[in-house]
């Protein structure tokens, strides 16, 4: 369990760190590209790091989800029925606007 914990912390970090220095650009599509370039890697290395990515991120995608739903589960002994209509159609709305905020950069 704990090689999991690990193994998961260490995959948020690397695609945080990713993120944060390779999606500056407006080419987010080449930033994989521009990463290998910069780390001079090699294609098997290419190869390595972007099942690496894909990995990390499919788990960091999995935890996103399990944590949203045990939040709502806690939420819900918490809050009455009104709240958690309330609290569900806030999110929705926030959900929203951050799509539409990324539908718009890129349009750019």
């Known amino acids: 369990m704990s090689y999991k914990i690990n193994t998961l912390v260490i995959g948020l970090i690397l695609i945080s760190l990713t993120s944060l220095s390779f999606a500056s650009g407006p080419n987010k599509e080449n930033r994989g590209q521009r990463m290998a370039q910069e780390l001079n890697l090699t294609a098997e290395q290419q190869t390595q790091v972007q099942e690496i990515m894909k ?3 499919s788990a960091a995608e999995t935890w996103r989800s399990s944590h949203h739903e045990q939040t709502r589960e806690k939420l819900s002994q918490v809050l009455n029925q009104e709240q958690l209509a309330k609290f569900d ?4 709305q926030h959900k929203e606007k951050r799509m539409m905020r990324k539908k718009n950069r890129s349009c750019r």
Request: glycine letters at 0%; hydrophobic letters at 15%.
């Open 55 to 57: 990995e990390q991120k």
């Open 89 to 92: 159609a806030k999110k929705k």
